[in-house]
């Protein structure tokens, strides 16, 4: 480099970070693939009204248990409604608990986390206790206790399912964060009189996001099947309003009669899981340092 | 009618079962021998709740004591009509207001103690001074007194004519030996006159075994395990595998391919059942009668009981179903969504309108029929907001009166003052919606009293006018009893109350 003398010089990498981050999720082809998909998802969600061929609750009896044919692509349920329309509207209810869940369990369990992780002592065991004690419930025992309590509909189940997912948040953000408070460049902020907010926003945070990002992802994945499980609990989304769980224990009476009842939501929510969990894996892998560097060509 | 409370009711109402049975003991037995072996398992949807017969109002608690216990007069399981049980004659006075029932002999508990009027008045005098409840079976009944040992005499302080039905439509009116409730712990113990003594109850099954003393003769087979199958595919399945020989849990979308499978016999009988819905008069604009006859206007009752039966219900604009004697054919509503957009206009009301519906899982054709309603609602613009509510929820929110509107059933009804009377009349017990009509009030008044078959129903059929026409309640369909068994199974009776006997059951 020929930099001249006294010319300051950017410590910062060409690239930002996010940039590279995303260069390499590219180039690993199942997270790529996963992720597209999951983008496609999340379109499906937006434009579902557009895209549903039909109302996801217009009845028609006579119409009923229908194959899969041109009409209806997906065939249709016990009532005679359409099972495409109903899975495509079932995919925002599906992604809007899931972010909405994982979005409270973030929130709060990375705040969490960090408090603990950062000012250690009797704040982390007061904090972490805490977490232990809601982490000794059963996930959906939890779930159901919360919907007990609060009543059923969409935003109490992403209520539950994000409360539960609280400590897994907190565990992990604390983790990474223990590894990092100790490292030179928090040492040397705090030396030259850096707050504590900034020590946190700036250099703590950052530095221990790459587990958090990838248990979000996992997360999402397992809150859109915690939903799932709910609805098909009956605790859920309330019928007729579509949702995936709910239409798969709604087809479950039929499955000998009508495989595609179950079938389809079925694998709407197979595939939505599977691709969070790979995007997961595929984050984890980009996001490690040690393999970062590996897939980066080496080297710098 | 109806069994108690409603909602259970419908369930409960049920019940009633009739065991013994007209006909008297068959006997014999078969079986002896072993163990196991001859032991029938039933496949039911549902543990009992508990097994007082006179506190229960569950479905599941009477398939069970329907087995266990005795009453005075049961239904004939043919025409449901009132045949001698524990009472083998009746006398009643001239002015109709003392009835004089005369015990059968020989009769003893499962404990070996002999059955007398002590026991009867003691059983009686539970649900009236307890108010347990049954207790408004015993409205008309002055008083209960034993005279000597084999007669029993009800003092009524009006006429009563469906006395016999009050007393005997099921289990509910159960007659326990004299001091039950304070020698057993009567919601977990048994002791009864009955075909079976209840063995052991639990959390998977409840098992019964024959008593070899019973009046009518004992059993054929050695005993009755209810196993509590709640997946109807599953209960199926099991019947297909010979794991169970009999189950009421058949999955209504199954009656048609069932008809062609040889691995099991499948009957079905229309039930004495109603559905409906209900409406709340306490809430506007429910309270409007032009609102609730637009909404009756828009339901088209067979879509509904085709979705929720499968073909397996008949859709009625009345409570009463077809084969009753009591049956009047009157069907004001046929869909006209025109006529409704229209009356919800005159009504003067703003659409959307909406409307909550309380259904509950624990009677999964209410969550199904609900939705069904809700998209026929929809075209005259009342939006119907469905609550999945579990049962005991339900209930509660029913007696608070807190609901726009409810979908629930009642079952086991026998007699036309069963159906209407206390859901209809002014302050009725079940009369949840709040309706208060003075002629029906008269009617049902007149009805209750009225000796005269002919004459009873004339007045029954002009109550039934105004119920329907002012939707006291919004009738939909009576469904039928689906059962099924072991090919080879005999001595089993369907009936359209849903009683469930196994005394003269023989296994294949």
Known sequence: ???????????????????????????????????????????????????????????????????????????????????????????????????????????????????AGFYGRWIDDALMRLMDMLFAFPAVLLAIAVLAVRGTGWGNTALAIGIV???????????????????????????????????????????????IIVQTSISLAFAVLAEAALSFLGLGTQPPDPSWGLMLAEGRGFIDLAWWLAFFPGMAIFLTVLCFNLLGDGLRDVLDPKQRTLMAGGGR | MRATRPLALAVAGTLALSACGGGESVDTGGGGGG?????????????????????????????????????????????????????????????????????????????????????????????????????????????????????????????????????????????????????????????????????????????????????????????????????????????????????????????????????????TTPSVDYWYLSMNYARPPFDNRDVRRAISLAVDREAVAEAAWFGAAQANQTAIPEDSFFYYDYAPFDRDVDQARQLLQQAGVTTPLTMGLMVTDEYPETVTAAQVIASQLEEIGVTVEIETLDFATWLDRQGAGDFDAFYLGWLGNLDPAAYYQEQHQTGGPNNYQGYSNPQVDQLLQQGATEPEDEARKAIYDQAAQLIVDD??????????????????????????????????????
């Open chain 2, 35 to 267: 163990g196991g072996d001859n032991t029938l398992v039933a496949a039911v949807s549902a543990q009992p709740d508990q097994l007082d017969p006179h506190v229960t109002t569950a479905y599941a608690s009477f398939q069970v004591l329907e087995n266990v216990y005795d009453t005075l007069v049961v239904p004939d399981p043919e025409d449901l009509t009132m045949q001698p049980s524990l009472a083998t004659e009746w006398k009643t006075s001239d002015d109709g207001l003392e009835w004089r029932f005369t015990l059968r002999d020989g009769v003893t508990f499962h404990d070996g103690s002999e059955f007398d009027s002590a026991d009867v008045v003691y059983s009686y005098n539970r649900i009236i001074d307890e108010e347990l409840s049954n207790s408004f079976r015993f409205q008309n009944v002055e008083s209960v007194a034993a005279d000597g040992p084999d007669t029993v005499v009800l003092t009524l302080s009006q006429p009563t004519p469906n006395l016999l039905e009050r007393i005997g439509s099921f289990k509910g009116m159960a007659i326990l030996p004299e001091g039950a409730a304070d020698d057993l712990d009567l919601t977990t113990e048994a002791n009864g006159t009955g075909p079976f003594r209840l063995e052991s109850s639990d959390a998977s099954s409840t098992v019964l075994t024959a008593y070899e003393d019973y009046w009518g003769g004992a059993p054929s087979v050695d005993g009755v395990e209810f196993r509590y199958i709640t997946e109807p595919a599953a209960a199926l399945t099991a019947l297909q595998n010979g794991e169970v020989q009999w189950t009421d849990n058949v999955p209504p979308q199954q009656i048609e391919s069932l008809g062609d499978d040889d691995s099991v016999e499948l009957e």
């Open chain 1, 165 to 211: 997912y609280i400590p897994v948040f907190a565990r992990v953000t604390r983790a990474s964060v223990l590894g990092v408070r100790e490292e030179v460049y928090v040492r040397a902020s705090r030396s030259v009189g850096a707050s504590d907010w900034r020590l946190l926003t700036r250099h703590v945070l950052p530095n221990a996001a790459p587990p």
């Open chain 1, 1 to 115: 480099m020929t930099a001249e003398v006294g010319a300051p010089v950017s410590l910062r990498p060409a690239t930002p970070r996010w940039r590279e981050t995303l260069g390499l999720l590219a180039h690993n082809p199942t997270a790529a693939v996963s992720a597209l998909l999951l983008l496609a998802l999340v379109l499906v969600a937006i434009f579902d009204e557009t895209l549903a061929p039909q109302g996801p609750n217009e009845v028609d009896v006579a119409a009923r248990l229908e194959s899969p044919s041109g009409a209806h692509p997906f065939g249709t349920d016990d009532l005679g409604r359409d099972i495409l329309s109903r899975v495509v509207l079932g995919t925002g209810v599906s992604l809007r608990v899931g972010f909405l869940a994982v979005g409270i369990a973030l929130l709060i369990g990375t705040g969490i986390g960090l408090l």
């Open chain 2, 471 to 508: 939707v006291s309640y919004l009738y939909l369909y009576n469904p039928d009893v689906v059962q099924a068994w072991a090919p080879g199974l005999s001595g089993y009776q369907i009936r359209a109350d849903k009683a469930i006997n196994f005394e003269n059951v023989e296994l294949p």
